[in-house]
């Protein structure tokens, strides 16, 4: 399969794979696609550390890199010279939620995570000021494409990956998005449809790719939403897109160490109607496994999500345990809690089965 794309990436096929396990990236590298991780869930030296496991394992592969710079949050507010005060954003978050989640957490029965348990962290790194040091690291490495989840990275971000001879690749949801961030500069527009998982538009795949391939060509545009076939492959391609962008596959990649057990499962045996567009996650519409939690959210009986970042902080010792006591707990009922930004693709995603 060829396009223009992936004879600039030197790839066997246009089939981009974005994914939070660095043996998967290394994995679809190697098999002809190119694997990007994301850094949001990594501490910048926790990204390092990754990136140089890639670099010793890729064979000389192209790979990338994908952060998420937002235009704005609530985070504004509680950073000075470069640096966050999370004390200042747990102060934000209203008594009503924090009283919300504990009485969701008691009804499910999902205690409080045993001693010496490593939490993730509840301010992961889609904020300006941890994301920058996410950047720098990524480019002192032999990344060839850099990609921002929310909007245009700022210019100067841009500068330097070009600097660098990384490209830049940015997510949009509608036409009027895919213009700007042609307009700052980004290379590559990836146009993700409603079906995706995670931060999601609400204009489907078939729609989006033709209008915004039109909108800002010659520019290349990746498709996104709905891509885990060869079939899938070939019609966002017969729609104008120079290859795919792919995400929820990935999770049940049997290479994938990130994805708990407990989670493939559900993954597994979840039907393509088993998604939801939700602002549970993060504050922001994304698309995700539905579950208990997200129909909790998603009630009338709720206070209401928060702005981001402040509802993952909110919810991230809550997310911590329920995935804790699904895996190791029997009597708490945290499994029907746990759940996964995933898209409408998962309906395919029946087997375990290695990323090649």
């Known amino acids: 399969m060829k396009s223009k794309l992936a004879a600039e990436f030197g790839l066997r096929l246009p089939l981009f794979a974005f994914t939070n396990s660095r043996e998967v990236v290394v994995a679809v590298s190697r098999a002809g696609g190119m694997g990007v991780l994301g850094a949001v869930p990594y501490s910048a030296d926790e990204l390092a550390e990754h990136l140089d496991w890639i670099d010793a394992h890729i064979d000389g592969r192209p790979y990338g890199v994908d952060v998420v710079m937002p235009a704005s949050t609530a985070a504004e507010a ?15 978050i209203p008594e009503a939620q924090r009283r919300f989640i504990d009485q969701l957490l008691e009804r499910y029965q999902v205690p409080p995570l045993p001693d010496g348990v490593r939490p993730y962290s509840d301010l992961p790194s889609w904020v300006d000021a941890l994301t920058r040091a996410q950047v720098e690291i990524s480019l002192r490495h032999p990344i060839k494409l850099l990609a921002n989840a929310l909007g245009p990275p700022p210019a100067d971000v841009i500068a330097a990956a070009h600097a660098h001879g990384v490209k830049v690749a940015a997510l949009a949801g509608n036409v ?71 995400g929820s596959i990935w999770l049940t990649a049997a290479e994938n160490q990130m994805c708990p057990a407990a989670v493939k499962d559900k993954l597994v045996a979840a039907t393509s109607r088993d998604t939801v567009r939700s602002r549970a ?50 009597t708490s009922r945290a499994h029907q809690l746990l759940g996964s930004a995933v898209g409408q693709i998962v309906g395919r995603m029946n087997a375990i089965r290695p990323a090649a």
């Open 176 to 246: 009027r998005h895919a213009q700007k961030q042609i307009e700052a500069g980004v290379d590559i527009i990836v146009a993700q449809g409603t079906e995706a998982g995670g931060h999601t538009g609400d204009v489907g795949t078939m729609v989006l790719v033709p209008e915004v391939v039109d909108a800002v060509s010659p520019a290349p545009v990746l498709a996104a939403g709905g891509i885990g076939s060869g079939r899938q492959l070939a019609a966002a391609m017969a729609l104008g897109a120079d290859g795919g962008w792919s």
């Open 78 to 92: 509680a950073q000075s010279d470069g640096a966050i005060d999370k004390s200042i954003l747990q102060d934000m």
């Open 281 to 330: 996650m993060t504050g922001k519409p994304a698309r995700q496994l539905k579950t208990a939690w997200t129909e909790a959210w998603d009630a009338k009986d709720s206070p209401g999500t928060l702005p981001l970042p402040l509802q993952f902080m909110a919810t991230s010792d809550a997310i911590n345990r329920i995935h804790y006591h699904a895996a190791h707990t029997p």
